[in-house]
């Protein structure tokens, strides 16, 4: 049979872009064969609904442009034979907002979700199932999202530096880009994992300098502790954050690994999350792995 017969259509409609990139990651995985677009507004998705049926519609409710509710009412406007045939609105203000009623094509969901309960929901509208094959590995926007905001935070504070996000994938091998690694293992009530935070050797040096007061050239051992120290920072920001959450994340020392091309093994099996971020002096990455307790 040819799959590209098989494949069902699924668009992915919110604002956040590494939402979207780890739902895709997600479904891409775990629910093929599938094709996969992406939406980062209601008025974008509104033209891509009237030009294309789907089989599976993920739709935030608050987007710029056009909001989800309206993306809801002109979806309920298609004609039903050319109707999207699945539609799960994903959002974290449902206590707080009145959704419109529906012809019963619609499916709610709170955000963020449970991979696991994301992954089944696509596989029971595809009439799928996933015996032998489910990863105990998670992505969860709410436990990843907390280091990239206090990585952000740190760097600017501690050196003036911004970043930007430059891309998001999960990493096949166990090679890092960086130069200079800082690994700590993370373990709370809900999920254990690890997260790891890389510099390219231009950017640490540049942070070294800024937080030191020195003008390092390379990296030796007794500067490369201050990645220790960065990731401390780190840690102890997002553990804030995540602690409220209910996560309840216990203290952890990071391990340091310098050298170009180095591996890492994180401390449980999953998908590990890149977050690559480009500053004006090089690049740095965010990886993080969880899995279920």
């Known amino acids: 049979m040819d799959l590209l ?20 990651e997600l479904l891409q995985k775990n629910c093929a064969p ?9 008025l974008k998705a509104i033209t891509m609904i009237h030009n294309q049926k789907f089989d599976l519609i993920l739709l935030d409710l608050n987007m710029p442009r056009a909001d989800g509710k309206t993306v809801m009412r002109a ?19 449902f206590e707080n907002e009145k959704v419109p009623s529906s012809s019963g094509i619609f499916s709610f969901m709170s955000k963020p979700y449970n991979s696991e309960t994301l ?24 436990m990843v999202n907390p280091f990239i905001e206090a990585t952000l935070k740190v760097l600017d504070i501690n050196a003036g530096i911004t970043a930007v996000k430059k891309d998001l994938y999960i990493r096949k091998d166990d090679i890092l880009k960086g130069d200079v690694t800082a690994l700590i293992s993370l373990h709370g009530s809900l ?23 020195e003008n390092y050239t ?12 960065l990731c401390n ?10 602690n409220e959450l209910g996560h309840k994340l216990a203290p952890s020392l990071p391990t340091i690994i310098v050298g170009r091309e180095h591996r ?28 279920y307790n």
């Open 75 to 93: 979806i309920y406007e298609v004609k039903e034979k050319e109707r999207a045939s699945h539609v799960l609105v994903i959002s974290s203000r």
């Open 5 to 24: 017969e098989t494949k069902k259509t699924v668009l992915i409609v919110d604002d956040d872009r590494i939402f979207r990139h780890m739902t895709r």
């Open 264 to 291: 890492i093994s994180h401390f449980v099996r999953g998908d590990t999350i890149v977050i690559e971020f480009s500053t004006k002096i090089g690049d740095f990455f965010i990886e993080t792995v969880f899995c």
């Open 34 to 42: 599938i094709q996969i677009l992406e939406a980062e507004d209601g």
């Open 191 to 213: 999920y254990k994992g690890s997260m790891a935070l890389s510099f390219e050797q231009s950017v640490f040096l540049s942070l070294v300098n800024a937080m030191l007061g």
């Open 233 to 242: 920072q780190i840690f102890g920001l997002a553990k804030t954050q995540l």
């Open 119 to 142: 992954v089944s929901y696509v596989q029971n509208c595809f009439n799928r199932t996933s015996s032998g094959s489910k990863s105990r590995g998670v992505i969860d926007v709410s």
């Open 218 to 229: 390379e990296v030796t051992e007794e500067n490369s502790s201050c990645i220790g120290e």
